[in-house]
């Protein structure tokens, strides 16, 4: 009798677990059905985010959509005394969602808080040279993506990276890259994939482009992703993330492979923005 009824009490906690995505999905579907963006927010995201004037209506109420989630379910903190504001936020949770723009929700469910400085802020950092000794000091920086779900931004380098839509530089489409990229448990420059055949043409064309790039640099020989790519594989994700979604014209000439792999990770063709 004991037996049976920890079976059906562990029976009741796997289809609990494999449903857990679903219920919550149809809660928050409810939760958040009847709200949708003010005229005012709408025409901020028109005057500070190109790429959200440009989208088809479909696109742009998916958008919507993601942002107001996004909005609700994840927590934004002041640093350094800046007055955090409506507008701020939807600004981030705008850009942060557009990279998400066709997964479902919950969107990036590792990320907690997003904790904004008024701009460049210094950072503690501790380097360990060969023979052992730490030493400690501290760096200039515009943003970090902890493992944890925390997101730190420069407010100003985020209103730069919308202001210039096209040079490839956007610090939200960076820091939230290296979120999905940390979904894995591990961060590799590879995020989650749905099969082995995936992870294999990954491998193959994100190395030969990562290799591609680090030989550029080296050489000095100009190539459409930064030479901050060129740091580690993880970087190389974050920085083609932001060349993909400002530069696609230019990426896909310049390598149509490292270009299609991106399309059908994101499950969008930027091109249509532009
Ligand atoms: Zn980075």
């Not at 903190?77 to 998400?100: E, H, N, S």
């Not at 999905?180 to 989650?192: E, H, Y």
Request: proline share 5%; with cysteine.
């Amino acid at each position: 009798m004991v037996n049976a009824l920890l079976l059906l009490i562990l029976a009741a906690f796997v289809v609990l677990y494999w449903c857990w995505p679903e219920l919550q999905r149809t809660y928050w579907q409810r939760k958040y059905n009847h709200v949708a963006l003010t005229s005012h927010e709408q025409a901020i995201l028109k005057r500070y985010m190109p790429i959200y004037f440009k989208m088809t209506d479909v696109d742009r109420s998916k958008l919507e959509r993601h942002i107001i989630w996004f909005l609700n379910e994840k927590r934004f903190l002041a640093r350094d005394g800046l007055t955090l504001t409506a507008p701020m936020k939807l600004l981030i949770a705008a850009d942060a969602c557009l990279l998400v723009l066709n997964k479902p929700w919950p969107l990036y469910k590792n990320v907690k808080e997003i904790l904004l400085y008024p701009s460049a802020y210094y950072a503690p950092q501790s380097t360990r040279d060969n023979a052992g000794l730490v030493s400690y000091h501290t760096s200039v920086r515009q943003g970090e993506s902890w493992p944890g779900g925390t997101l730190v931004l420069s407010w100003h380098d985020v209103l730069q990276g919308n202001r210039l839509p096209s040079d490839g530089h956007n610090l939200v489409f960076h820091e939230f890259a290296h979120q999905l990229d940390q979904q894995t448990g591990k961060t590799t420059g590879t995020p989650a994939l749905s099969s082995k055949a995936q992870y294999q043409k990954w491998a193959e064309v994100f190395n030969r482009a990562f290799t591609q790039l680090k030989s550029h640099v080296a050489y000095n020989i100009p190539h459409v992703i930064d030479s901050y790519g060129a740091t580690n594989e993880a970087e190389f994700f974050a920085v083609i993330t932001e060349t993909f979604i400002e530069k696609p014209l230019q990426l896909k000439q310049f390598d149509p492979q490292i270009y299609q792999l991106l399309v059908d990770y994101y499950q969008f063709d930027p091109k249509a923005w532009h």
